[in-house]
Each structure stands twice: as C-alpha cells, then as structure tokens.
C-alpha cells in the first residue's frame, strides 16, 4: 500500500478505535461497526440524512520534504486529509443547545485523535487545523434531505506511516 492508502487507512482506525465517534453513532440508534461510517473518498445516497452523523476523508495536499541529519538524508513523505464530521440537528428548535452538542462531538473526536496520534504504529498527526467552523444547514436541494445539520471540516497534516520505519 502507499502513503495515501495507509493514511487514509490509518485515519479511519483511529476514528473507530476512539470513544466519541462510536458513542455519537449509538446515540443516532445506528449499530453497524463506527469505520463503517467513515466514507472515503466521497458519499453519495439518495438519503444523506440517514447517513448521519459520519466522517469524511478527503484528499487534500501530498509532498516529499527533504530531511537531513543522523547518518541519512531522506525525501519523506507528508500528506494532508481534509475530515469533515456531519451530524443531523439533535436540539431541534434550541440553536444553543444544539451548537454545544455539536461543538462537544468535534472537540471529543480532534482530542481523541491527538491523544492517539503516533502511538502504537498509528498514524502520525504533527499538525490539525480546523478550516471550516460548525456550519448549520438546512438543505433545500434534495426533497430526501430535510434535516437540518451541522458540519465542519479539518485539515490533519500526517507523516508517513510506511516509509522511514
């Protein structure tokens, strides 16, 4: 497998292998496995709403960066995922409370992941930033997809997984 596969590989354990993703999938009633619910790399369903909440990866950036020193000089590889988390609205008609819960899920999620980063074997995550805030959206596009949600988007920089070790 490549960098990006391993990454992408890595990411999804690391997301299932967590508490705050799987608990938010129980709390939605769903009982299939949490990496089951993180799609790579896009989603389509007729229904979206019923595929919430979830996790999303997406390519973002791929590079080489030299690095020199010890008694090698090495091209290593770093790639940069892009992780949307979505959930349908769970405070219908309280958009405080409903901000909070959401805000709580992608706090429970970015912590976990840096707390297991590099740990193990497990990807290495040397940088996180969040490039989209909590959105709140009612779709209007699809007669299928009513629910009102929130979603946001972050940008995890990643060392390899495979090359160096």
Do not use: H
């Not at 990006?4 to 997301?15: H, K």
């Not at 390519?59 to 770093?78: F, I, K, Q, R």
Request: one cysteine or more.
């Amino acid at each position: 497998m490549g960098v990006r596969s391993d990454a992408v590989s890595s990411l999804i354990a690391l997301l299932a292998a967590g508490t705050t993703f799987p608990a938010r999938l129980v709390a939605g009633g769903f009982t299939d496995p949490p990496a089951g619910r993180v799609y790579y790399p896009w989603l389509t369903a007729a229904d979206i709403s019923a595929n919430r909440p979830f996790a999303l990866i997406e390519n973002s950036e791929y590079d080489w960066s030299y690095v020199a020193g010890g008694s090698s000089n090495v091209l290593w590889p770093t790639i940069s995922l892009s992780l949307v988390l979505a959930d349908n609205d769970r405070n219908t008609g309280d958009f405080k409370a409903s901000a909070l819960d959401f805000a709580g899920f992608v706090d429970g999620v970015i912590t976990e992941l840096a707390a297991a980063s590099g740990g193990d074997g497990q990807l290495s995550i040397v940088a996180m930033r969040e490039v989209q805030p909590p959105q709140f959206t009612k779709p209007t596009d699809q007669d299928t997809d009513v629910a009102t949600y929130w979603s946001t988007r972050w940008l995890l920089r990643c060392a390899s997984v495979t090359v160096g070790e």
